[in-house]
């Protein structure tokens, strides 16, 4: 435990009693004096602040506001992360608000991509099996070759499609990881307005 301690200067007055030099002398000298009276201290008693060691957290913000508002007075008993005193964060709250919107869009965007790259992964399948069907046809001279030429060509326009949209899809998830970092700066950014308690005790003084 620290303490705080206070020095107690002690006087202390003895008081003897003496008669006029008239009656000292007239006494016998044979008569022994009084022994003086020993007062015995027990216990000073004195005012002293006790404080837990290694306890008391000294609380800023790490930006420069204004204060909005103060949830804890002085005094009154605190859990770890309750918020004592918050400060204008209208800003902070706006960004973090526009990056939850970027979010979202961006959730959206992936999802049609991805029904993108399901649908032309359908068409490439089917146009597979038709290429496969004729050039099975004009390896017995039942086709042409202009028709297995142009099934051909289409095939590999939807292959190239295939490839653009998992290119597409891709970006698009590379791009929510960096508006996903953005909004977590965003959200960071706005904790320190918000001053907190890092651990459960009182709050003693605030100024």
């Known amino acids: 435990m620290k303490k705080t301690l206070f020095l107690l200067t002690l006087v202390i ?8 030099s008239e009656e000292s002398t007239n006494q016998p000298a044979s008569v022994e004096q009084a022994a003086p009276v020993i007062t015995t201290i027990n216990q000073i008693v004195g005012q002293a602040r006790i404080e837990p060691e290694g306890r008391i957290a000294n609380l800023s913000a790490a930006v420069n506001g204004i204060v909005k508002s103060v949830l804890k007075q002085e005094n009154e008993p605190v859990q770890k992360g309750d918020v004592i005193v918050v400060l204008e964060h209208d800003i902070e709250q706006a960004k973090l608000a526009q990056m939850q919107s ?3 869009k961006q959730a959206a965007k992936i999802d049609t991509y991805i029904a993108d790259l399901v649908e032309i992964s359908a068409r490439v399948a089917n146009k597979q ?6 050039a099975a046809l004009f390896s017995k001279g039942a086709e042409t070759q202009q028709h297995l030429d142009d099934v051909e060509t289409e095939l590999n326009v939807l292959n190239a499609s295939h490839e653009k949209a998992k290119a597409n899809l891709a970006m698009a998830k590379a791009e929510r990881v960096e508006i996903m970092k953005e909004k977590d700066l965003a959200q960071a950014e706005l904790n320190q307005y918000f001053i907190k308690s890092p651990a459960e005790g009182r709050l003693i003084s605030m100024s």
């Open 13 to 20: 007055f003895f008081f003897g009693s003496c008669s006029s």
């Open 102 to 104: 970027r979010i979202t």
């Open 129 to 134: 099996k038709e290429y496969n069907r004729i």
